[in-house]
C-alpha cells in the first residue's frame, strides 16, 4: 500500500510502499510505534514511540508539532484499516520542516 516516507536523515520525502505493522517498524527503523491524527480524511503519522530515548535527536516539524526520527503518513477509513494517504504529497512536502 501506498505511503509517505519522512527520513529525517536524508531530509526528503518520498512515496513508498508498506504492507501492515512489520514494514512500518523496518521503515521507521524503531520497534514501537504511536499514530496521530493529521487531517479529517483520516491521514495519520506514524512514529517511532520512543523517539525521545533515542541518542540521535533528528527531527521534523509538521502542522506546529515535532516528531523525532523518520515517519510514515497513511491513510485510514473508518473501520480502521490502512488505506493510501489522501493528502497529497507535494502538501506534505510544503509543510513538513526539518530542524
Same mark, same amino acid.
Given at each position: 500500500?501506498?505511503? +509517505?516516507?519522512?527520513?529525517?536523515?536524508?531530509?526528503?520525502?518520498?512515496?513508498?510502499? !508498506?504492507?501492515?505493522?512489520? /514494514?512500518? +517498524?523496518?521503515?521507521?527503523?524503531?520497534?514501537? !510505534?504511536? /499514530?496521530?491524527?493529521?487531517?479529517? +480524511?483520516?491521514?495519520?503519522?506514524?512514529?517511532?514511540?520512543?523517539?525521545?530515548?533515542?541518542?540521535?535527536?533528528? /527531527?521534523?516539524? +509538521?502542522?506546529?508539532?515535532?516528531?523525532?526520527?523518520?515517519?510514515?503518513?497513511?491513510?485510514?477509513?473508518?473501520?480502521?484499516?490502512?488505506? =493510501? =494517504? !489522501?493528502? =497529497?504529497?507535494?502538501?506534505?512536502?510544503?509543510? !513538513?520542516?526539518?530542524?
Amino acid at each position: 500500500m501506498k505511503a +509517505y516516507f519522512i527520513n529525517v536523515k536524508e531530509k526528503t520525502i518520498t512515496e513508498t510502499e !508498506v504492507d501492515g505493522l512489520e /514494514s512500518w +517498524y523496518e521503515k521507521i527503523e524503531c520497534e514501537l !510505534v504511536e /499514530s496521530h491524527k493529521l487531517n479529517k +480524511y483520516g491521514d495519520r503519522i506514524i512514529v517511532d514511540e520512543e523517539g525521545t530515548f533515542r541518542r540521535e535527536k533528528l /527531527s521534523f516539524s +509538521y502542522q506546529g508539532a515535532r516528531f523525532i526520527g523518520n515517519a510514515l503518513i497513511i491513510g485510514c477509513n473508518d473501520e480502521g484499516e490502512e488505506t =493510501p =494517504p !489522501v493528502i =497529497p504529497i507535494g502538501q506534505v512536502v510544503d509543510s !513538513v520542516l526539518f530542524l
